[in-house]
Each structure stands twice: as structure tokens, then as C-alpha cells.
């Protein structure tokens, strides 16, 4: 026998009910929004990645997927949603619409990391994203989204807020960075002594301990901002205090990824311990100029399903079918499958004996996929062309004539 891959994970049909209940609260709340679904390849130009998600990140360094395809081109699954979005708004003209462009996804993506909890080599996301309008309101409708969908969800988790500037604002944030954790280079792993030469930022990324202990001591972002965007973050704000969406500012929250600028969010939950982010965004103005776009202020995030599902909990799904139709003989058999195929027809779920079970093995099988009603056929039914209904939580049984089991059945519905 051939062994899943390491990472990947089944989802069996007893599981995919509560990944398509929470899927659909997720299309539900993006429709109330204007957000319209928008599917992009599962694989992409490498090139996409390392320009968009930055080529000194640890996703496009360590993390992801690549390989040559038969014409020689480098390609790669896709490690996140958002840049194959950017690509597909530029690459089919989007930018003339009317804007702001809403559009939300939800994909299977890949990264080759250590597998843990709510973590795996496949994962799957669901993210929203919003291109041209650069007010806080967007920002601020972006949160709102992502909140509304968690409590839908029936997720608790807090809202954590912070600005990380534009460029100018950075560039001044970064030699302060630089200062501050030169001493310190040889308490540090080798990867923030990597990022200190390339992405001083990342450093503020780092889960290891002696990492993360230095970091707390570090400058603060927010005492760098330039006017402009220290007004954004004010407005984007005031947004969410007139929303009544609670928030605490964290300046020590910057993401992973090159293509972020001013507004970043997470939102956490202390049950999953150290992996306590269960959604993530913010605004990335410049990823559609890395696109070889004109320059379109863009703001986003993504929530990974695994998390989401374990925050949940087990959940029981509604019964499988409505119906199980057993046959008692060769001829009852055949009726019962007639008969399913009408219901099925008239929007009822059934099922009808394919194994040629015996009567007190059918119903076993009914009461395995919890059938809210069961019927027996017989001689005496396909005479009479009528049957019992019997209800099976209750035993409580009617007799109904086998043509209008369709209009019985309606209004009972799995």
C-alpha cells in the first residue's frame, strides 16, 4: 500500500460536513460584504512568489514547492492566495473596472515545513481581498469581515492591530532595528542573522526563545510613522471603535511577507498555544506594482481552515438521508429502486438496498446512516401499492400510497 505524504491529510465523508458548514459561513459572510468568489491555479510562475511575497521571506527561501515542468519553466504550488489574486486582477485588465475590486477564495495551498497542529504541507485557507481604495474604511471593512465570519463561526478570538508604515516610514525603522540588535547578533539564531542583512523586520518574526526574548526590548514601529500614515492607522481606528469591534494595538505584529505596509492584524486564540493566530492580513499597497500594475492601494487577509476547525470542535452532522427503501425480495428490490430514483428526483436524499442484504441487515445499514424514515417493501406492498413510513426515532408508522410518497416526503427533507 502506498502511504499518504507526510503533511497531507484525508478528509473522510464523515469529516466534510463540518468543512462544508464552515465553508459556507465563510461564502456567506463574504457575500454580505459584495465579496464575490474569484479561483485561481494551484501552481503558478515561481517568479510570481519570490516577487510578491519577497525573495528573502522564509516562505520563498525554505518553504516552498518548485520544480521544473517538462518545458523547462520553474513553477510552483501555490504557498498563500493572495499573490496569485494580484496576478489574475492585473493580467485580465481588472484595474478598468469599476473599483473597489472585492473578491474572496477559498484554496488548498503548500509549504514544505514541519507538520504540527492545525499545520500541515497542505493546508487550505479561506481570504478575502479588496483592491483600490486607500481610506481606513477599507481596512476597516476588511476586519469587519474577518470578525463577522469568526463569530459566525462561533470562534473566539481577539483582534490585535498594528501599523507598519510605508516605505520612508520603514526606512528609518530599520537602521533603528539595525542599532538596536547589532549587539546582540551572537545570542541570535542564524536565520536573524541572515534577516539582519537583508529584512530587519523578520527578525521581529523569530519563534526562537532567545529571539523572541531580545525582541521585546526592541524600538517600536509606531513611534516611526510619518504623518500620513500615522493618521491612517488613527482613522482605520476610529472605524473600528464606531463598529464596536474590539482591538488592542500590538507594534510588535509585522507578518511574515515582503508586500505588507501600514495596516496589519491578527487575530488569536490562546486555545491553540503557541500557534495562536487563526487569521491574518492587512494592507499591501505595493504588490500590484510588483505586478507590473499601476500603483492600486490593496488590503486583505487569510484564515487557515485546519485552526478554525479545531477551534470549533467536533460537530454532528444532519442525517445522511431522509429515506432508506428495503426490499424484501427480488421484485420488492427492484420497486425500491424505482422508488428512490422518484424521490431523488422530487429533491428527497434516498438510498434502496445495491447488496442484496437481507431485511434485518438493510435496516441495520438505515439506522448506520441515521435515515430519518424507512420503508419495507413486500409482496403485499407492490399489490396494495401502498407501504408503511415508518419514523425512525419514533417507530410511529404511516401508510401512504407509494405514488405520492414524493408529495409525503415534502417538507421533510434531510
Not at 504623518?227 to 464596536?244: I, M, S
Not at 505584529?253 to 495562536?276: C, K, M, N, P
Request: glycine letters at 8%; a positive charge.
Amino acid at each position: 500500500m502506498i502511504p499518504i505524504q507526510k503533511g497531507c491529510k484525508d478528509v473522510l465523508p464523515a469529516q466534510s460536513y463540518a468543512w462544508q458548514t464552515l465553508e459556507s459561513l465563510a461564502r456567506r459572510t463574504a457575500k454580505k460584504y459584495g465579496f464575490r468568489e474569484i479561483r485561481t491555479p494551484m501552481f503558478e510562475a515561481t517568479e510570481l512568489f519570490a516577487r510578491g511575497v519577497g525573495d528573502t521571506s522564509d516562505i520563498v527561501t525554505k518553504e516552498m514547492y518548485t520544480f521544473n515542468d517538462k518545458g523547462g519553466r520553474s513553477v510552483t504550488l501555490r504557498p498563500e492566495g493572495t499573490a496569485g489574486v494580484a496576478r489574475a486582477f492585473v493580467e485580465n485588465g481588472l484595474q478598468g473596472d469599476v473599483l473597489p475590486f472585492k473578491a474572496y477564495y477559498i484554496i488548498s495551498a503548500f509549504r514544505y515545513e514541519r507538520p504540527q497542529a492545525g499545520r500541515l504541507r497542505e493546508f487550505h485557507q479561506f481570504g478575502a481581498e479588496l483592491y483600490g481604495a486607500e481610506s481606513p474604511a477599507a481596512d476597516a471593512e476588511v476586519i469587519a469581515l474577518a470578525s463577522n465570519f469568526l463569530k459566525s463561526a462561533k470562534i473566539k478570538a481577539s483582534l490585535r492591530l498594528n501599523s507598519i508604515g510605508c516605505a520612508a516610514c520603514r526606512e528609518k525603522y530599520v537602521a533603528a532595528l539595525r542599532e538596536y540588535f547589532k549587539p546582540h547578533l551572537p545570542e541570535m539564531c542564524r536565520d536573524c542573522n541572515v534577516r539582519f542583512e537583508k529584512n530587519p523586520l523578520r527578525m521581529l518574526d523569530c519563534k526562537e526563545e532567545a529571539c523572541a526574548r531580545l525582541r521585546d526590548g526592541a524600538p517600536r514601529i509606531t513611534d516611526y510613522l510619518c504623518d500620513d500614515c500615522r493618521a491612517h492607522f488613527e482613522g482605520v481606528k476610529e472605524y473600528l471603535d464606531g463598529a464596536g469591534i474590539a482591538y488592542t494595538v500590538d507594534p510588535r505584529i509585522v507578518r511574515g511577507l515582503d508586500y505588507y505596509s501600514r495596516t496589519v492584524f491578527e487575530f488569536v486564540s490562546d486555545a491553540l498555544g503557541a500557534q495562536s493566530a487563526v487569521l491574518a492580513g492587512g494592507r499591501y499597497d505595493t504588490l500590484l506594482e510588483k505586478m507590473d500594475s499601476k500603483p492600486t492601494p490593496a488590503v486583505g487577509f487569510a484564515a487557515g481552515l485546519e485552526r478554525l476547525l479545531m477551534l470549533r470542535g467536533e460537530s454532528t452532522p444532519p442525517p445522511h438521508i431522509t429515506c432508506y427503501i428495503a426490499g424484501m425480495d427480488a421484485a420488492s428490490r427492484k420497486k425500491a429502486f424505482l422508488l428512490a430514483e422518484e424521490l431523488r428526483a422530487a429533491g428527497v436524499p434516498c438510498e434502496a438496498d445495491l447488496m442484496e442484504r437481507s431485511l434485518k441487515a438493510q435496516m441495520r445499514y438505515a439506522d448506520k446512516l441515521r435515515a430519518k424514515y424507512a420503508i419495507v417493501l413486500g409482496e403485499r406492498e407492490l399489490a396494495e401499492e401502498e407501504a408503511d413510513v415508518k419514523n425512525m426515532k419514533t417507530s410511529a408508522a404511516e401508510r401512504v400510497n407509494l405514488r405520492k410518497l414524493a408529495q409525503y416526503f415534502k417538507g421533510r427533507k434531510a
